[in-house]
C-alpha cells in the first residue's frame, strides 16, 4: 500500500466539505504491478 493513502484519508475524514453519507473512491498504484483501492463511505 502506498504509504500516502493513511495521510489521505485522514485529510478525507476531517474535510467539512465532504458530507457524511457520501461515498469516496480512493485508489493508488505503486511501483510493479502494485494497485491499491477502496470504496469508503463518510459517517
Not at 500500500?1 to 461515498?23: E, Q, T
Not at 485508489?27 to 494497485?35: K, R, S, V, Y
Request: glycine share 10%; net charge positive; aromatic share 10%.
Amino acid at each position: 500500500m502506498p504509504i500516502a493513502k493513511p495521510y489521505i484519508w485522514h485529510a478525507f475524514v476531517n474535510d467539512d466539505s465532504v458530507p457524511k453519507g457520501r461515498l469516496v473512491l480512493s485508489m493508488a498504484f505503486g511501483p510493479g504491478l502494485t494497485a491499491c483501492g477502496m470504496l469508503m463511505e463518510k459517517v
